[in-house]
């Protein structure tokens, strides 16, 4: 059975810290991964990857994905109180007879002053 | 934000009746889905659609319909709610290859 299992699944920090959000996954036909940031609405797309070791920037956002090893990791640099959300990582697959995104549980982020 | 709407927004409603949650889209997007978003559970895809009148069967589907007469409509039905059918429910929208935008949610509780 295809899973996402992100860890940890939740995580306090002071601001300032940098912090480290892992993904794993075991999926057939893997097509890419995503990374979402979930406030208390909708989730908001991060980043896509698609090829091993290239690294994906967005400010003090930073994701890498390892297609060999079957895992992502999403660090944020200089962690501020808006950061704190939960951080989903979802896994798209090859074919539409399979449907498209396995999302993880998620991992809880709390950015303390 | 992507041009997604939800309605209701939030609903309450008697185990047995039917509810239809609507999407709406103005992003002319080909791909449309709904999920259920549940503690423990995360994110699970309930249905989509690949296109108009063309949909199929996502992880949970069971006590689920829907229908997609037009491009910029998704609707759910639930044809007897269920009080295990209490849940947030997000539509998102995409094109292939593409990451999926979604919508604020739908909160609906089945007393």
């Known amino acids: 059975e295809d899973k996402v299992v992100q860890s940890p699944l939740s995580l306090v920090v002071h601001e300032g810290d940098t912090v480290t959000l892992n993904c794993s996954y075991e999926?057939?036909?893997?097509?890419?991964l995503l990374w979402y940031k979930q406030e208390k609405k909708a989730p908001t797309f991060l980043f896509m990857l698609?090829?091993s070791g290239i690294e994906k920037k967005s400010g003090r956002l930073s994701s890498i994905l390892d297609k060999k090893e079957l895992f992502s990791i999403l660090n944020i640099t200089a962690t501020q109180t808006g950061d704190s959300a939960i951080y989903l990582c979802?896994?798209?697959?090859?074919?539409w007879g399979q449907g498209n995104l396995i999302f993880g549980k998620g991992t809880k982020l709390s950015v303390k002053p | 934000d992507a041009g997604i709407t939800q309605s209701p927004r939030h609903k309450v409603t008697e185990t047995g009746t039917p509810v239809t949650l609507r999407c709406h889209q103005t992003?002319?997007?080909?791909?449309m889905y709904w999920y259920r978003q549940d503690p423990g559970h995360g994110l699970r895809l309930i249905h989509y659609?690949?296109?108009?009148?063309?949909?199929d069967k996502g992880e949970v589907s069971d006590g689920y319909s829907v229908s997609r007469s037009k491009t910029e409509d998704f609707l759910l039905t639930l044809e007897s709610a269920t009080s295990s059918q209490t849940s947030v429910y997000f539509c998102?929208?995409?094109?292939?290859?593409?990451?999926?935008?979604f919508g604020p949610g739908t909160r609906l509780t089945v007393t």
């Open positions: 979802a896994v798209e697959r090859v074919g």
């Open positions: 992003e002319n997007h080909r791909y």
């Open positions: 998102a929208i995409s094109e292939l290859k593409y990451e999926q935008y």
């Open positions: 659609s690949y296109g108009v009148k063309d949909t």
């Open positions: 999926v057939t036909n893997f097509r890419s």
């Open positions: 698609t090829s």
